[in-house]
């Protein structure tokens, strides 16, 4: 059960992730989504409409949120979330879900921060939905990006201090995997100027190598295989480019255990990135620099596929050929 909790979470992160890259090269095309006039007069629209019945209100919004783009429902799911904690205070969390990348969590958190600074964590984190792990995990997700926005990159540290007790049993993802994904996409900062954090070749590993502790290095490692990513894409590497370039990154981590997490994120990346296509995912995890990390790579990146019925027979088939031996992949039905 834990190691499926694992794989929801690995989804969870995934899907955040595709959100900020491709908020971030939506602006990279235009210099703001929208003005400042635009996103008041969005906010005053759904204002007014949350004074129905939320939960009718909130349906209209994912159904508006459907026609639009991947980064415009993105971003209506942050102003929507704003909208539910200044009309409805602590307790409208509880109406946010995971419609477009957790948008609504992320809107509401920020501006929960903003109204009453950290020492509202406690009751944010009581009121996310405790009816799947999927749910709370993102709820939890979104907190961490809010702490983070509220205390800013250089108390990192601070933040993930603040998180851990609310996330004891699970240390990859959920409030520290949102605290260290807004440490690298800033997505928080501002509706109109969200930035990837600048890569640096000689600080490639920070903060994971030396700036934070080592309880946290492994959410981390597990998160800056995206960064990598986007930075690599950014500056108009191939695919293949990118995943053999990360693999090389890995590769030189000393500790053999945060390695193997590097090599997980790697699959964590890749599985949307491939359009949940198998062959592609081995393709791609075969820029690895060894059979080990490959097969690391791999099978995190099949995880992804145990979210349909579709992807959990093509997993049974691949174990039922031999392809794939993986013990916790071939024995989900």
């Known amino acids: 059960m834990n190691w499926l909790i694992s794989r929801t979470l690995t989804t969870l992160i995934v899907l955040l992730t595709l959100a900020c890259i491709g908020i ?7 210099d703001t989504p929208a003005d400042a006039s635009q996103y008041q007069i969005l906010k005053e629209r759904w204002h007014a409409r949350f004074k129905s019945t939320p939960t009718e209100a909130y349906t209209d919004f994912v159904r508006e ?10 971003w209506l799911a942050h102003i929507v979330g704003e909208v539910l904690f200044e009309k409805f205070g602590v307790s409208g969390m509880r109406f946010c879900t995971t419609d477009f990348s957790y948008g609504c969590y992320h809107g509401f958190s920020g501006s929960a921060f ?18 799947s792990p999927e749910l709370f995990l993102g709820c939890m997700h979104g907190l961490g990006h809010g702490i983070l926005a509220e205390v800013g990159s250089i108390s990192l540290v601070k933040a993930l201090q603040i998180c851990s007790p609310l996330q004891e049993q699970e240390m990859i993802g959920g409030c520290l995997g949102g605290i260290f994904m807004e440490h690298n996409y800033n997505t928080l900062q501002s509706l109109e100027g969200l930035a990837l954090r600048p890569y640096e070749k000689e600080r490639a590993y920070e903060p994971c190598a030396q700036e934070v502790p080592d309880a946290y290095k492994a959410a981390c490692y597990y998160e800056l295989t995206s960064w990598w990513r986007a930075s690599f894409d950014k500056q108009g590497m191939s695919q293949n480019e990118q995943y053999a370039e990360i693999g090389h990154l890995c590769r030189a981590i000393d500790d053999s255990e945060m390695q193997t997490v590097c090599f997980r994120g790697v699959g964590n990346v890749i599985g949307p990135l491939s359009s949940y296509n198998s062959t592609v995912m081995r393709e791609w995890c075969s820029m690895m620099s060894d059979e080990h ?4 790579c791999f099978h995190e990146s099949l995880g992804h596929l145990l979210q349909s019925d579709k992807g959990r027979a093509e997993i049974q088939s691949l174990c039922a050929s031999g392809a794939v031996a993986d013990t916790h992949l071939c024995r989900v039905e």
Do not use: N
């Open 293 to 296: 990390a490959q097969t690391v």
């Open 114 to 131: 903003t109204a009453f600074g950290l020492g509202v964590v406690r009751d944010l984190a009581d009121e996310c939905p405790q009816s």
């Open 65 to 74: 949120g459907d026609k639009l783009s991947y980064v415009e429902s993105h």
């Open 24 to 30: 971030f090269m939506y602006i990279r095309m235009h």
